[in-house]
């Protein structure tokens, strides 16, 4: 792959099993694209939102966050500027990043959230326009896929979050075919809560079995968990080992994507002092 052709921007869709971590990872690794220098929009598109707690945003301000109308992106009123989205339902958050909120279930029996997944898709195919990186945390599960169009679609990488689990690693597998399907040009993993040198390695083994690409590992850390219960994830930064797995994830995609503008390039790697 030639630099030339790299883009300047980037779309990546965060997804995974459940419970893996992928709202926890978005927001770690939106604001280590900040810290890049990058301009960095997350979207949060669980029906129940919690990408803002992980931003550093208390329950009440990620609640108050405005769900993006389908209506601003097909409207008559001729194309939204990104400047003009993000003024109107942007929240900027402690961690850096600019979030959006684009699905929320507000009542029962509200009805489907089709037209959040086709904000969604608009929003990755040209709404963001400028944007250095938009980041988007999926919901778990594989119906975002396998949804009309995809909502993923315009993703120039997935990166699939796995814990140190088979059936994580299997909804990776099942992740890779149909991103394929759907021609989303990269799929790359991120193993999380590697608490042993043994989780590490499976992480390497099994998803080498699949042909997943590892981007990198993640530790398991007492303190992000820590920072979960209190609900104030995205406040302060996370242990120097943490920080260098997550660069390393950084310049994993960024290789994957050829080199891009504004971060640098280094060889992915899987070292992790805690645990090696
Ligand atoms: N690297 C990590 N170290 C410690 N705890 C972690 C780590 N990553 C995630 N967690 C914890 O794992 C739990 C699940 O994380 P998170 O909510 O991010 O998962 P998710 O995949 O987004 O879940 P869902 O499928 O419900 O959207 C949380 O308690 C979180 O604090
Ligand atoms: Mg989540």
């Known amino acids: 792959m030639t630099t030339t052709a790299t883009p300047a921007t980037l779309k990546v869709g965060v997804v995974g099993k459940g419970g893996v971590g992928k709202t926890t990872v978005s927001g770690l690794l939106a604001r280590s694209y900040c810290a890049r220098g990058n301009h960095v929009v997350a979207i949060d598109t669980d029906s129940n939102?919690?990408?803002?707690?992980?931003?550093?945003?208390?329950?009440?301000?990620?609640?108050?966050?405005?769900v993006l109308p389908r209506a601003v992106l097909?409207?008559?009123?001729?194309?939204?500027?990104?400047?003009?989205?993000?003024?109107?339902?942007?929240?900027?958050?402690?961690?850096?990043?600019?979030?959006?909120?684009?699905?929320?279930?507000?009542?029962?029996?509200?009805?489907?959230?089709?037209s959040g997944h086709a904000t969604v898709r608009s929003l990755l195919g040209d709404a963001l326009t400028g944007v250095d990186v938009t980041l988007v945390d999926m919901e778990a599960g594989l119906e975002h896929l396998s949804r009309s169009g995809g909502t993923l679609a315009y993703a120039d990488v997935l990166?699939?979050?796995c814990e140190p689990t088979r059936k994580s690693v299997i909804t990776a597998a099942r992740t890779d075919a149909l991103a394929a399907e759907l021609?989303?040009?990269?799929?790359?993993?991120?193993?999380?809560?590697?608490?042993?040198?043994?989780?590490?390695?499976?992480?390497?083994?099994?998803l080498a079995a699949e042909g997943i690409a590892l981007a990198g590992v993640l530790p398991y850390d007492a303190q992000v968990a820590a920072q979960d219960r209190a609900g104030s994830v995205g406040l302060t930064p996370v242990a120097?080992?943490?920080q260098a797995a997550l660069d390393v994830v950084?310049?994993?995609?960024?290789?994957?994507?050829?080199?891009?503008?504004m971060t640098k390039l280094a060889e992915p790697s899987l070292s992790n002092d805690r645990h090696r």
């Open 49 to 66: 939102p919690n990408l803002g707690l992980s931003l550093g945003l208390s329950l009440s301000e990620t609640e108050a966050v405005p």
């Open 74 to 114: 097909v409207g008559t009123g001729g194309d939204p500027s990104a400047d003009a989205l993000l003024s109107s339902y942007g929240r900027s958050t402690p961690a850096g990043p600019m979030l959006l909120s684009a699905i929320r279930v507000a009542a029962a029996g509200a009805g489907c959230t089709c």
């Open 159 to 161: 990166v699939v979050v």
């Open 183 to 206: 021609g989303i040009g990269h799929v790359l993993a991120v193993g999380n809560k590697a608490r042993t040198p043994e989780d590490a390695d499976f992480f390497v083994s099994a």
């Open 240 to 242: 120097a080992d943490v």
């Open 250 to 261: 950084l310049d994993a995609i960024d290789a994957a994507m050829g080199g891009r503008p």
